[in-house]
């Protein structure tokens, strides 16, 4: 056993013990060999995973979001310590600190995440050698992994070394389905919850980066991957571009084409129930304005004119009379 799988045990046994337990529940129904039911099992252990780590993610998406509602406060800085880094730094710091921003919490899900996902890499290339990794499996299920197979190929195949067309197919079209959700998903963040003065400057160009690096990165690392893991990552990023798009729809960034459509959401349900909500500056708003002016300006010229009579001094032998 090398260092580095000393130290990523624990992270074995947690792997191995959760596809087990799913194992276990997909076996009556599709057999303890099928390659279905360790499929399965990959997107069982993927949900776990990725339920612990929401409280992570809602905290990444704050973070995305506040770092690019703070662009236009950053470049004000660089405009003014431009000249000057060590006080650039500073402010930039203070910046943070009085938003309650952290600029590395984008980035801690995909951290937390990464040594999982070694471990898993580990399990299944161990499974595609017959190497156990994890007290939760053992020789039996490990061979029962290793021949499993999934539209023909076999769940500890690769692209490279394939013996047939077939699991080079296979392995092409997730390779291509991972990549895609991945290009998707931060897509998806800089074009919805993104406003327009975040599309400009060295954020917007660390997130074009990010854009057109990232999916060619797993394009390229995924000719190496077993299709367990394809099957696994493929799975996350679906998670991922769903679990982003309820938040986005759900809680958008002012000042953001997605925070428009919630506005605007919010108007056309406030109309069904009758409520008659406008958005200021809509033109029902406008309109609604103008048609009150209106009606005012008739009800004032409807109405009739009132006369205030003054009290007039009765003469004294009057005053007597009565």
Not at 81 to 88: L, N, P, Q, V
Not at 254 to 277: D, I, L, N, W
Request: proline share 6%; with cysteine; hydrophobic share 45%.
């Amino acid at each position: 056993m090398t260092w580095y799988d000393t130290i990523l045990s624990p992270l074995y046994f947690v792997v191995s013990w959760i596809m087990r337990s799913f194992h276990t529940i997909f076996s009556p129904l599709l057999g303890p060999d099928s390659g279905w039911t360790w499929a399965l099992s990959i997107v069982g252990l993927v949900v776990v995973i990725r339920i612990l780590l929401i409280p992570l993610f809602v905290r990444q998406i704050r973070a995305s979001r506040n770092m690019a509602l703070l662009q236009p406060k950053v470049r004000e800085l660089q405009k003014k310590y431009g000249h000057d880094r060590e006080r650039m730094g500073q402010e930039l710091m203070k910046l943070y600190k009085e938003s309650g921003t952290n600029p590395f919490s984008s980035c801690m899900p995909i951290l937390l995440q990464s040594p999982i996902f070694i471990a898993l890499f580990r399990v299944l290339d161990g499974a595609a050698n017959g190497v156990v990794r994890g007290s939760g499996l053992n020789k039996d299920l490990v061979d029962s992994l290793r021949h499993a197979t999934i539209f023909g190929a076999q769940i500890s195949d690769k692209f490279i070394g394939a013996n047939s067309l077939n699991v080079q197919i296979v392995t092409v079209v997730l390779i291509l389905l991972m990549t895609a959700t991945t290009f998707t998903t931060q897509r998806q963040l800089m074009r919805k919850n993104m406003p327009p003065e975040a599309l400009t400057g060295q954020y917007a160009q660390q997130q074009k980066i990010l854009l057109y690096v990232l999916p060619l990165v797993f394009a390229v690392g995924g000719v190496n991957f077993p299709v367990g893991v394809l099957i696994y990552w493929f799975t996350t990023n679906l998670w991922t571009m769903g679990q982003q798009f309820w938040v986005i729809r759900r809680n958008p960034a002012p000042g953001t084409p997605a925070y428009e459509a919630f506005q605007h959401r919010k108007s056309r349900k406030a109309e069904r129930k009758g409520v008659g909500v406008l958005l200021p500056g809509s033109k029902g708003a406008q309109n609604g304005a103008a048609a009150a002016a209106v009606d005012g300006s008739e009800a004032e010229a409807a109405a009739p004119a009132v006369r205030r009579v003054q009290p007039q001094r009765l003469p004294r032998s009057k005053r007597k009379s009565r």
